[in-house]
């Protein structure tokens, strides 16, 4: 349903008027659930793309003049929600299509965070219809236990050594871990706050 046009003209049809313009099958649904009138809104976004927000009612007689004046004072604000929320489901898919499946929201939230220095590989693996994205490394392998450690202690934010050394703020310690394939112990450092 197109219901605004480019420039984000709004679109009313009121549905209990018996020669209302029914050019959406959308209209006819509403009809038949009791819906008397309708009221279609741009959402412009801050790019300039423009989406819609449909208002339906079933008060008989439709909308009054003050409850469009009230959607309409809302539109603004409620296009920033919607932009939020729409680029965070973008970012959200992103992330669970290249860092790995149902990772994308539990990284936005800070639940997974870990941090480490070190050189990695990292591209697109794979061909024809089927490409991962992938990091490769000792670094990564490194980050890898950080993360185990991290819910082994049930801290959201745990550093190596190595990236402590880089911060530019003080860290706490955590203590030694051993790290499989990473030789002896190393100390594990968290924000001061979780510590």
Not at 68 to 89: K, M, N, Q, S, T
Not at 151 to 174: D, G, M, N, P, W
């Amino acid at each position: 349903m197109s219901a605004c046009d480019s420039n984000g003209v709004p679109l009313r049809r009121r549905l209990a008027d018996p020669d209302c313009q029914m050019e959406f099958p959308l209209l006819l649904e509403l009809r038949e659930e009791g819906a008397t009138d309708l009221l279609v809104t741009p959402l412009v976004f801050t790019d300039g793309d423009v989406h819609a927000a449909l208002w339906a009612t079933r008060q008989p007689g439709g909308y009054t003049d003050e409850q469009i004046a009230g959607i309409e004072a809302i539109v603004d604000p409620f296009a920033r929600v919607a932009e939020v929320r729409a680029l965070r489901r973008t970012a959200t898919n992103l992330l669970d299509t290249y860092v790995g499946s149902r990772t994308g929201q539990r990284i936005l939230a800070g639940e997974i965070r870990r941090g480490h220095v070190g050189e990695v590989l990292y591209g697109n693996i794979g061909g024809g219809n089927r490409l991962d994205f992938t990091c490769i490394g000792p670094a990564v392998n490194l980050a890898a236990r950080l993360e185990k450690i991290a819910a082994k202690l049930e801290r959201i934010i745990v550093t190596s050594e190595a990236f402590a050394s880089h911060c530019q703020f003080q860290l706490s310690s955590l203590g030694q871990f051993t790290r499989r394939g990473f030789g002896p112990p190393q100390t594990v450092f968290c924000l001061p706050d979780e510590g």
